[in-house]
């Protein structure tokens, strides 16, 4: 009588114990995947805080010549889609 009680409880804390390590290991898993998907946030901010301001940067230059040359504007358009491909 007394050992299928110890079986059954047991199997309980067994149950229990695998619910306790399932829960555990998910919430461990969407913390990683939360950490992850930050640092891909700010990777692409960070590359697109660049492309802005090469952009801006170019902008202002051309601004001020007021009348950019072609061969120097064709220069600064290579030069922007070489180190920025995805502008073009």
Not at 40 to 66: F, I, S
Not at 76 to 81: I, N, P, V
């Amino acid at each position: 009588m007394l050992a299928p009680l110890v079986a059954a409880c047991g199997v309980v804390l067994a149950i229990l114990l695998w619910r306790t390590l399932h829960a555990a290991q998910e919430s461990n898993v969407k913390a990683i995947l939360d950490t992850r998907l930050d640092a891909y946030t700010k990777l692409a901010d960070a590359r697109l805080d660049a492309v802005e301001d090469a952009l801006v940067r170019t902008g202002r230059r051309w601004a001020v010549l007021q009348r950019t040359p072609r061969l120097a504007w064709a220069s600064d358009a290579q030069g922007l889609l070489k180190d920025y491909p995805e502008l073009e």
